[in-house]
């Protein structure tokens, strides 16, 4: 994938049930505070909800975005109920960049690996897959079986991205925020939006 700088993106983020909401509202403040995407379209699973309770203690679907960005939204980011199969982002036609999955559950993963479309999630990844659009997939799981490695196998020779969530430690991060953001860069700018700031590792 590219890394030059792009504009006016429309990016769909999706949060899955796996553990890890910090990673999954770092992406969304970074992505409401880049002025190179225009629009978010914004999809929470059931399962995420709760935990975003029981990790960030924000209950409820309501103004979850505000929630998660700690103010208001600067009005790009739309969200959608994952049960909305008719949603923008269903449709090959509608003009959607690019897809983040953070954190993607392995239930999620086994989903598009297998071309289910069950849900709004699983339906706009097998959307940038027909599309050949760029879909991250950040897996949060420990230890793997054979299962979740032969749908990760799947889904990347379907033309997604696999990237676990494996924070960095060379950078040194002080508070989980700071691994979460610095994360959040790393996947960024794989999809052609380095962050300003963004640890960068120079040897001696």
């Not at 993607?104 to 897959?129: K, P």
């Not at 963004?198 to 001696?204: H, M, S």
């Amino acid at each position: 994938m590219s890394r030059l700088a792009s504009s006016n993106l429309n990016l769909t983020l999706a949060v899955t049930g796996a553990s890890g909401s910090i990673f999954a509202a770092e992406m969304l403040r970074a992505l409401d505070a880049d002025a190179r995407v225009s629009h978010v379209n914004f999809i929470a699973s059931e399962a995420a909800l709760r935990v975003f309770a029981e990790e960030m203690q924000l209950s409820g679907r309501n103004g979850l975005v505000e929630k998660l960005l700690g103010a208001s939204s600067s009005g790009k980011i739309h969200q959608h109920p994952e049960a909305d199969i008719g949603a923008n982002v269903a449709s090959g036609s509608y003009p959607s960049d690019r897809m983040i999955v953070l954190p993607c559950s392995m239930g999620t993963l086994a989903g598009i690996a297998n071309g289910l479309a069950s849900t709004l999630i699983e339906r706009a990844a097998d959307v940038c897959l027909k599309e050949s659009r760029p879909l991250i997939l950040c897996v949060r799981e420990t230890p793997f079986n054979r299962i979740h490695l032969r749908n990760m196998q799947l889904a990347s020779d379907a033309g997604a991205t696999i990237f676990p969530v494996m924070p960095t430690l060379y950078n040194l991060p002080q508070t989980t925020t700071e691994m979460a953001r610095q994360f959040v860069a790393r996947v960024l700018a794989h999809l052609g939006l380095p962050q300003p700031g963004a640890f960068e590792w120079k040897p001696d």
